[in-house]
């Protein structure tokens, strides 16, 4: 079935980076696009970024700029490049894959703080 696992989260002071993957299964994944929200504390969740199976990317005005979405057919795995990171970049992050209906991962948590 499909599974989408994301990894990658934890704490990290503002101005600094983190590196997230979403391991994908279950799909023939180099077919489908992944995207990846974010919801924060008592907000809704929000588009970051997506990247298409033929790797064009689009990014969010909050993230463009600052975090790179790229993926590796050969491992399943799209990753998020999170640079300069903001106390509001605080969310759990989740990443999608539409294959019939939309999957989503279980999210990894994101807190910036200093």
């Known amino acids: 079935q499909v599974q989408l696992v994301e990894s990658g989260g934890g704490l990290v002071q503002p101005g600094g980076s983190l590196r997230l993957s979403c391991a994908a299964s279950g799909f023939p994944f180099s077919e489908h696009g992944i995207v990846w929200y974010r919801q924060g504390p008592g907000q809704e969740r929000e588009w970051i970024a997506g990247?298409?199976?033929?790797?064009?990317?689009n990014y969010a005005g909050s993230a463009k700029g600052r975090f790179t979405i790229s993926r590796d057919n050969g491992k399943n795995t799209v990753t998020l490049q999170m640079n300069n990171l903001k106390v509001e970049d605080t969310a759990v992050y989740y990443c999608k894959a539409y294959v019939g209906r939309d999957y989503w991962g279980q999210g990894t948590q994101v807190t910036v703080s200093a």
């Open positions: 990247i298409t199976s033929t790797g064009s990317t």
